[in-house]
């Protein structure tokens, strides 16, 4: 891993550690008048969530996330009631 150029680096150009991002990211967020309790890992269940309510297929999804199973990225995605209600609207035939 270490061989490889860095992602991220600090002011001093090297790289930065998982508590360093973890830092900034509860920084941003309070400033951002979001909840202090986000880290690096709330922005993959993001990514996953967001990549699926655009309408992405779940198996990419699981690629871009690295995962071995399809099960680990179900857990990954949270639909939104909003989003269910919108399939609901335009799919189900009682709803038109």
Do not use: C, W
Not at 18 to 31: P, Q
Not at 54 to 79: F, K, P, V
Request: net charge positive; hydrophobic share 35%; charged share 25%.
């Amino acid at each position: 891993r270490k061989s490889t150029p860095a992602l991220l680096i600090n002011q001093r150009g090297g790289r930065l550690t998982t508590r360093s991002v973890g830092r900034i990211i509860k920084k941003i967020a309070v400033a951002k008048g979001l909840s202090p309790d986000v880290h690096p890992h709330t922005l993959r269940h993001a990514f996953g969530t967001h990549m699926l309510e655009e309408g992405a297929d779940l198996r990419a999804i699981q690629e871009m996330l690295g995962h071995e199973r399809l099960s680990t990225t179900q857990r990954y995605t949270q639909l939104s009631m909003k989003h269910l209600l919108s399939v609901y609207d335009q799919t189900h035939p009682r709803a038109k």
